[in-house]
T-cell receptor, first 113, second 115 residues
Framework: GDSVTQMEGPVTLSEEAFLTINCTYT??????LFWYVQYPGEGLQLLLKATKADDKGSNKGFEATYRKETTSFHLEKGSVQVSDSAVYFCALITNQAGTALIFGKGTTLSVSS | GAGVSQSPSNKVTEKGKDVELRCDPISGHTALYWYRQSLGQGLEFLIYFQGNSAPDKSGLPSDRFSAERTGGSVSTLTIQRTQQEDSAVYLC?????????????FGQGTRLTVV
């Protein structure tokens, strides 16, 4: 079945460091890919998405490129801030009615000043 | 409503009791999801409703768990004979299904504690 694999956390970085959180997927068909973020004490919210191969999703300085050849959707940010501390979830949905949104286990990011 | 609403926000129940968790999706959203989030376990898919289709129940962990969606809108997740391992945050999400995939919007969750 469809699945998402994220790098294990927690990831601990200093402010202004470069961030990469790896995400790979297994899916039938051609999925759409998402990164969701959960800030402390808040609900999940969409960070960015990409719906087809080679698309780049971007938001709040974060980017992720849909790589079909490597079945990956790695999240990157050039310079993290303390306010980026959160749990990040990679997710996919196949473009078929009747399929659910599948999430990875989440990666906790902690940024210190 | 403006967003996905879940109630109650917190629920403490005794082991063996039944509980009902409610989700009000965004008006007009045809897809509705339930997930469970346990500490260190990420997001566990439970059940998915899409329009009038039969729900995908493949994620329900046991027959103590059931869910329904009345009139294609409000959904109730019921846990019978609760166990301590059922303690978690239960999240509901909804989305507007179309030929182009749109994002899912999440509620704030119901934190269930079984004592």
């Amino acid at each position: 079945g469809d699945s998402v694999t994220q790098m294990e956390g927690p990831v601990t970085l200093s402010e202004e460091a470069f961030l990469t959180i790896n995400c790979t997927y297994t899916a039938t068909g051609y999925p759409s890919l998402f990164w969701y973020v959960q800030y402390p004490g808040e609900g999940l919210q969409l960070l960015l998405k990409a719906t087809k191969a080679d698309d780049k999703g971007s938001n709040k300085g974060f980017e992720a490129t849909y790589r079909k050849e490597t079945t990956s959707f790695h999240l990157e940010k050039g310079s993290v801030q303390v306010s980026d501390s959160a749990v990040y979830f990679c997710a996919l949905i196949t473009n078929q009615a009747g399929t659910a949104l599948i999430f990875g286990k989440g990666t906790t990011l902690s940024v210190s000043s | 409503g403006a967003g996905v609403s879940q109630s109650p926000s917190n629920k403490v129940t005794e082991k063996g009791k039944d509980v009902e968790l409610r989700c009000d999706p965004i008006s007009g959203h045809t897809a509705l999801y339930w997930y469970r989030q346990s500490l260190g376990q990420g997001l566990e898919f439970l059940i998915y409703f899409q329009g009038n289709s039969a729900p995908d129940k493949s994620g329900l962990p046991s027959d103590r768990f059931s869910a329904e969606r009345t009139g294609g809108s409000v959904s109730t997740l019921t846990i019978q004979r609760t166990q301590q391992e059922d303690s978690a945050v239960y999240l509901c999400a909804s989305s507007l299904w179309s030929s182009s995939v749109t994002e899912a919007f999440f509620g704030q969750g119901t934190r269930l504690t079984v004592v």
